[in-house]
């Protein structure tokens, strides 16, 4: 099981981002129905978004938000992309872990990779510049997803570019380009990707958790924020 392999690791792991993510400026962000500021914010204007954000993380005295893993959301209502239509179940259940720091941040391989995939999945609410990254570890191949990138490194990228632990190869994004959220970084890991090129679910309908919760270990094995 990939978090099993995960954890024996973890000592191994390099940063994904170039922040101590065990700083006391580090606060978890709440983004569930049991908090009434984002239940009544006006979640379509990215702008107000963005300062819902930074006034959570000025009530917490933090400077960085973290947080999200398995987390049942309600500010996927403010994209169609989910799904939120009476016809079917929507996609509310978050794959990967949420870093919300500066846009401009680098973004670093936690472990030497190889880039598996790219693509601008541009739609409102989407990743927006997306990287997928191969690693192996004990004859293992697993993949780690990074969203909400900007485009200017992300163009630079190519497919098969061999990148070194700790190697800078992306910055986290402003908005609108990483597909119209407050800045910060999607990190997801992935056992299997499916076929799928350059975009991987990122948010999973509820009902599925605990098959989506298998093909998607905990982030945190790699981010090891107590935070979380």
Request: charged fraction near 20%; glycine fraction near 8%; include cysteine.
């Amino acid at each position: 099981m990939l978090s099993t392999l995960l954890q024996r690791h973890q000592a191994s792991f390099g940063p994904v981002l170039p922040v101590d993510l065990n700083d006391p400026a580090v606060a978890r962000l709440d983004f569930t129905a049991a908090n009434p500021q984002v239940t009544s914010a006006d979640l379509r204007d990215t702008a107000a978004f963005d300062d819902l954000v930074n006034n959570m993380l000025a009530e917490k005295n933090a400077t960085i938000g973290i947080g999200g893993y398995l987390e049942n959301r309600v500010i996927y209502r403010r994209s169609t992309h989910f799904g939120p239509g009476a016809a079917e179940e929507p996609r509310s259940l978050h794959l990967g872990v949420d870093v919300w720091l500066p846009a401009g941040t680098p973004v670093l391989a936690p472990l030497p990779a190889t880039v598996h995939s790219l693509a601008d999945n541009d739609n409102f609410g989407d990743y927006g510049p997306t990287v997928i990254l191969q690693h192996e570890l004990e004859g293992t191949v697993f993949y780690s997803l990074y969203g909400h990138l900007s485009r200017q490194e992300w163009q630079a990228l190519r497919v098969g570019q061999v990148l070194q632990k700790g190697e800078a190869f992306a910055t986290v994004g402003p908005f609108p380009e990483n597909g119209d959220w407050p800045a910060h970084l999607h990190f997801q890991l992935m056992a299997d990707m499916q076929g799928r090129v350059g975009d991987f679910p990122g948010v999973a309908r509820p009902s599925e958790r605990e098959a989506w919760a298998a093909l998607c270990p905990d982030p945190n094995l790699v981010l090891r924020s107590r935070s979380i």
